[in-house]
């Protein structure tokens, strides 16, 4: 299967480039329109697949990014040599679970919905790079805000955030109630703080 110009400037862009490139961005490159893009590239992984390749084209986050095929995972550990392990514990997987429904979420907040500490685990997602700091919220003390990173897209194997399984309607409700409650513990925690500064300036 032979590949057109296009396909090849693809190529050639993705590979230089090692991660995410935008679709509007290769677009604006190629110079021509997104839907001619999303063609060539599902071509470019056809020929992959019959030739049996050693990489692929995968979507995030309404881009693309050239990797390794996922079938070879374990001589690429093999490579790195690194033992191929499941760094996931239950720990981090329920924490990662209420970032990426509940995003953006503070560490407190996180905290009051697993009823345990996560300094530890949060610093180990952050290692991981699969969340990441997104903001402050906007109260007193200013407390950073997480949420997920393509990383955590990538390693999942979804394209955006929408294609994440749905949880169960009353779990999420819990999530929502409970970040909710924390909002309204730093809004009144600041009313009171105000209120006071307000008494000592009389």
Avoid: W
Avoid at 186 to 201: A, G, L, P, R
């Amino acid at each position: 299967m032979e590949k057109t110009e296009l396909e090849s400037s693809l190529e050639a862009v993705l590979f230089y480039a090692g991660d995410i490139v935008p679709l509007r961005r290769l677009g604006e490159i190629c110079d021509v329109e997104e839907l001619s893009i999303r063609m060539a590239i599902h071509h470019l992984n056809e020929i992959y697949k019959t030739t049996n390749s050693g990489i692929e084209i995968i979507e995030v986050d309404d881009g693309y990014q050239m990797c390794t095929a996922a079938k070879h995972l374990q001589v690429i550990q093999l490579y790195r040599q690194k033992p191929v392990k499941n760094i996931l514990t239950q720990a981090l997987i329920e924490t990662l679970a209420i970032v990426a429904y509940s995003q953006p979420i503070t560490r407190t907040q996180i905290e009051d919905i697993r009823g345990v500490r996560c300094e530890h685990v949060i610093s180990r997602l952050l290692e991981y790079g699969l969340i990441e700091e997104v903001g402050r919220l906007n109260v007193i003390g200013r407390p950073i805000l997480f949420g997920t990173t393509n990383e955590f897209l990538r390693h999942f194997g979804f394209r955006n955030l929408e294609e994440m399984p749905k949880i169960k309607e009353e779990l999420l409700e819990k999530f929502k109630e409970e970040v909710k409650q924390e909002m309204s513990y730093y809004e009144d925690d600041e009313s009171v703080k105000n209120t006071d500064e307000s008494s000592e300036d009389n």
